[in-house]
């Protein structure tokens, strides 16, 4: 955008043609350049111009290519790209371990090196290189070109078996399969990491955040759909949360702020958290809007769950209630009845013993006043005294 910008303001108005396409055909050369990429351009063009000058040998480098065109091959380049360290270090442990060896031949067994077979071993250096090249490119199998001394010289015998067989557990065995364990292992490690993503991508929002197991979660607990069957997780992505509409908004941002345009507060806000790279403080994360209405849905169905039951509970009560009531009726009316009884027996009973004692005249009258269906009184005549 920098190029563009450049160039579109050093451009004349009334350019030549084949000024504007070389400025265009520049601009596009440089907006294809990735940081990644700029070593390999540059070799590219090395290589070109080696092969123009130089030697036409160097255009078989640019069969190269194909690495840039093939995806397995790029994803084998990126994972020995970054074990390069290790690869480095277990090559120079493998470069001492034969240093140490090639001592070993130059003090005990220089007999062992013999030049009929390419083996030159005067001096340390030279028995270094010599089983470097042996060693190394046999992947530690250097039985085939070390001499082996007779039977009868028994020390010298033994220390060149001694020799072929560690070097070739040492590096043979151990060093280079290092080496096959570090780069495996780097491909599992890249595997998985791939499958996280894509697991990722296909899985959760790349907005809030959330898996698709709690969209299908709301299905199944509180049946809520989207327009695509049940398939409510595809509709968030594209109508709630939608990516490219947060990168159109950032976009909008910007061309406001290159015209000076004014903002909302919104805006302002969202300009702000952005500028300080503060992406997660306006973004939603962790929520969604059709979660939060199934929340609020579910909150309702439960305090309405609560009143039915609470209710249900009260109607009970009343019947309860109710029924109580009846009985307690049923049981103080068969008690007034019960006393109604035993006052007129009593009644008819005194009447009847004091007429005999003459404790009440003839012209006595006895009233009986009713209050109500639970209590009765029994009173003489006012006019009478006590």
């Known amino acids: 955008d920098y ?20 400025l265009y055909s520049s601009w596009h050369f440089f907006s294809d350049f990735r940081i990644d990429g700029i ?8 290589c070109v111009l ?6 036409p040998f160097f255009y078989c480098f640019l069969l190269l290519d194909i690495v840039r065109i093939s995806p397995p091959l790029r994803t084998v380049l990126l994972t020995i790209y970054l074990i390069k360290w290790k690869l480095f270090f277990i090559g120079v442990l493998i470069w001492i371990f034969v240093w140490i060896f090639s001592l070993y031949v130059f003090l005990f067994i220089p007999e062992a090196f013999d030049p009929d077979n390419g083996l030159y071993c005067d001096y340390p250096l030279q028995c270094w290189i010599s089983l470097s090249h042996v060693g190394i490119s046999l992947a530690g199998a250097t039985i085939e070109f070390v001499e082996i001394s007779p039977w009868d010289e028994i020390g010298s015998f033994m220390g060149i078996v001694i020799f072929d067989i560690m070097f070739y557990i040492v590096v043979g065995m151990i060093l280079f399969n290092i080496i096959f364990a570090v780069i495996v292992d780097k491909f599992g490690s890249l595997r998985d990491n791939r499958a996280a993503v894509l697991s990722d991508m296909i899985n959760r929002c790349f907005i809030c955040a959330i898996e698709r197991e709690v969209f299908q979660q709301v299905i199944s607990e509180r049946g809520h759909q989207g327009t695509a069957g049940n398939n409510i997780f595809l509709d968030h992505i594209t109508q709630d949360h939608r990516a490219w509409n947060y990168l159109f908004f950032f976009e909008y941002l910007k061309w406001k702020t290159d015209k000076t345009q004014k903002m909302t507060s919104n805006e302002e806000h969202v300009l702000r958290h952005i500028k300080q790279s503060r992406w997660l ?16 849905e579910s909150e309702e169905e439960t305090v309405n769950d609560r009143f039915d039951a609470l209710a249900k509970s009260l109607t009970s009560t009343s019947r309860l209630l109710s029924r109580l009531h009846n009985k307690m009726d049923a049981a103080l009316a068969s008690a007034n009845e019960g006393m109604d009884i035993e ?3 009593g009644l008819s009973d005194r009447s009847g013993g004091e007429g ?11 009233e009986v006043e009713e209050y109500s269906d639970e209590n009765l009184y029994l009173s003489r005549d006012p006019s009478e005294g006590g």
Not at 39 to 46: E, K, L, M, S, W
Not at 50 to 55: A, D, F, S, Y
Request: aromatic share 10%; charged share 25%.
């Open 3 to 22: 190029i563009y910008d450049v160039l579109s303001y050093l451009q004349p108005r009334n350019t030549p043609l084949d000024v504007k396409f070389l």
């Open 39 to 46: 070593p390999y351009q540059c070799a590219y063009i090395v």
């Open 50 to 55: 080696l092969g123009i000058i130089v030697h």
């Open 281 to 296: 403080a306006f973004m939603p994360v962790g929520r969604a809007k059709i979660i939060e209405n199934a929340d609020e």
């Open 343 to 345: 006052i007129e027996e």
């Open 356 to 366: 005999e004692d003459g404790l009440i005249g003839d012209d006595e009258e006895v």
